[in-house]
Nanobody, 120 residues
Framework: QVQLVESGGGLVQAGGSLRLSCAASGDTFSTYTLGWYRQAPGKEREFVASISGNGIRTNYAYFGKGRFTISRDNAKDTGYLQMNTLKPEDAAVYYC?????????????WGQGTQVTVSS
């Protein structure tokens, strides 16, 4: 089992940056694909970015390409989402997800979320 704890959210002005962290504990972190999702009020949860267990493959939602960077440090059992040039529409609760092992969905875990607020 994997426990995920997000941190790094907060209030930022439009054009600013935030770095979210996702600390994992439990099972072997490096065998899990790490993803970030977000959910704004009144909207469905949507995919933001993902990174493979070994950190080689990344995927981004269209709105994050060029602005967001997902990364991970398996030695620290931590994943990151660097968000630059933030826009008011990026405001949401951001959730960390881990599924695996080895690309499967045998196990699927979520963190509790961290709030990101962007002022215009």
């Amino acid at each position: 089992q994997v426990q995920l704890v997000e941190s790094g959210g907060g209030l930022v002005q439009a054009g600013g940056s935030l770095r979210l962290s996702c600390a994992a504990s439990g099972d072997t972190f490096s065998t899990y694909t790490l993803g970030w999702y977000r959910q704004a009020p009144g909207k469905e949860r949507e995919f933001v970015a993902s990174i493979s267990g070994n950190g080689i493959r990344t995927n981004y939602a269209y709105f994050g390409k060029g602005r967001f960077t997902i990364s991970r440090d398996n030695a620290k059992d931590t994943g990151y989402l660097q968000m630059n040039t933030l826009k008011p529409e990026d405001a949401a609760v951001y959730y960390c997800n881990a599924h695996g092992p080895h690309g499967t969905y045998e196990y699927d875990y979520w963190g509790q979320g961290t709030q990101v607020t962007v002022s215009s």
